[in-house]
Structure formats: C-alpha cells, structure tokens
C-alpha cells in the first residue's frame, strides 16, 4: 500500500512571495490534515478535511493560507505572501480505514523563508 | 482546552538502559492517546496507542498504560536498544478526530 505523498521535499522562498505544497492521501482515506510543524516544536493542526469538505480550519492563518481538497482525494496547501516565521516543516497525514484514530504521515515539507 | 505536555529532553541512555518519557494531558471529554516516534530522516509513525481508561498499549517492546487518574500516558521501555534513537510525540485525539502534539522528546542510544 503507497504512503501518503507529498512534494516538493524543500522549498526555500524570500519573504512575500508565494508557495503551494502538494499531498496525495492513502488510497480511500477520508480525513486529510495538514499540519506546521516548527523545530522544536510537535505537529499544530493547520486544518483538517472530510472528503472534501472542511472539518476545522480554526487555527489557519486565513489571511494568508488557504488550502483545498477537490474531489475529495488530493489537497493543496498555499502560503501568499510568505513571512519568515512561516519557516517550518509542513506535514501531510490521513486517516481512515477500520482505524479512523490511525494517521498516517508524509514525510513532510521543509520550507525555508528567507 | 486540549493539550499535552511531554518531558523535555534530549534524553539520553545507555544500550539496555530503561527508558521513561513522561507524558500528561488536558481535555474535555475521553481523549484517546498515541505515542508516535519519527526516526531520523522519516515522517510521523504511529507506535502505540489506548482508546480509554486503563488500556494498555504496547508495540515493538515500548508500552503506555492510559491513567485517567492522574492524567498521564508515560512511555516505557525495559531495555532500549541504538536503533530506538527517534523523537517521540505524545498525543491526543478530541472529539472530531482532532489531534494534539506534544512538543516531543529526542532519544539517544549510545552503544
């Protein structure tokens, strides 16, 4: 069975320019997350989706990041403009399955804003 | 509110040695709780988890027992072997499916 897929694997950007971020679920996953995780930091849910739809989104920085799930299956993350403390790993997971507590996890994004 | 507290680290060991990572929570509700591990230079895996009180899990010899008591989901380990340097996440599951990351803990295994 894939994993979850996610590109590109680093991204370095200046500030206020842009940035999308790409994550393929497993196959028949449901629940897509996206979380930010700075170093030192664990994994903070950015927002969550079922199928296509939005479950929570309460702690994305609407003003400046937005993602989507068309179709239900792969999602997009975008950054616009960046700043620099938008600098951190961006992590992709799902779940579903008979284990819906179960999330399984992209290796992650690293971006670098300079 | 939702949230875990883990032990800081970085914790370091001895082959063999016993290992203890504490971790404590906060929520509303019953939360399940997790213990994911990320090896150098890979994602997020899941190790163990526990869906309610007194549940114990347990996988590749580390083991977490759910204690509504007090809170708290510590990670355990009789005898830690080099291959077991990671970092280690608590975590819970709220209602919703949503899920909250402790800060985590990086482990080291000298031989």
């Known amino acids: 069975e894939a994993g979850v897929a996610q590109s590109p694997r680093y991204k370095i950007i200046e500030k206020r320019q842009s940035v999308a971020f790409w994550c393929n679920p497993i196959?028949?996953?449901?629940?897509l997350y996206w979380y930010q995780q700075i170093l030192g930091q664990g994994p903070k849910l950015l927002i969550q989706?079922?199928?296509?739809?939005?479950?929570?989104d309460s702690q994305l920085p609407k003003d400046r990041f937005s993602a989507e799930r068309l179709k239900g299956v792969d999602s997009t993350l975008k950054i616009q403009p960046a700043k620099l403390e938008d600098s951190a790993v961006y992590l992709c997971?799902?779940?579903?399955?008979?284990?819906?507590?179960?999330?399984?996890f992209g290796p992650g994004t690293r971006l670098t804003v300079t | 509110g939702n949230s875990v507290t883990q032990m800081e680290g970085p914790v370091t060991l001895s082959e063999e040695a016993f290992l203890t990572i504490n971790c404590t929570y906060t929520a509303t509700g019953y939360p399940s709780l997790f213990w994911y591990v990320q090896y150098p230079g890979e994602g997020l895996q899941l190790l163990l988890k526990?869906?309610?009180?007194?549940d114990k899990g347990s996988n590749k010899g580390f083991e977490a027992t759910y204690r509504k008591e007090t809170t708290s989901f510590h990670l355990e380990k009789g005898s830690v072997q080099v291959s077991d340097s990671a970092v280690y996440f608590c975590a819970l599951e709220a209602t919703g499916n949503q899920f909250y990351f402790g800060t985590g803990t990086s482990l080291t295994v000298i031989p």
């Open positions: 997971a799902s779940s579903g399955g008979t284990a819906l507590d179960e999330q399984y």
């Open positions: 989706f079922q199928n296509n739809g939005v479950v929570d």
């Open positions: 196959s028949g996953h449901a629940t």
């Open positions: 526990a869906t309610k009180a007194d």
